[in-house]
């Protein structure tokens, strides 16, 4: 059964956006003002909620599965429709 991408916390699926920039688990962390442990528990949410393992850890950071790289752009304006109007 498809879940809705309406069901998932947004806080998850900002940091999302975050990994899917910085593939660093660190990085994000300090991004968002968070330690690096509450954003490995955030990304084993959203492996389970995806299904996939969304990154691989290599010796250069984080790669994005396939699913994840055909995700990046519609993350991308979902993420940027929930911002205020720059007018």
Do not use: I
Not at 40 to 65: E, Q
Request: proline content about 9%; glycine content about 2%.
């Amino acid at each position: 059964m498809k879940k809705p991408l309406s069901s998932l916390d947004l806080n998850l699926l900002l940091c999302l956006q975050l990994l899917t920039q910085e593939l660093s688990v660190t990085r994000t962390a300090k991004r968002m003002n968070v330690s690096p442990s509450a954003v490995s528990k955030s990304l084993a949410k959203l492996r389970a909620w995806f299904d996939d393992p969304l990154f691989v850890k290599t010796p250069l950071g984080l790669t994005p599965t396939p699913l994840m790289t055909s995700m990046e752009q519609d993350l991308a304006d979902w993420m940027q429709m929930g911002q205020p109007d720059p007018r």
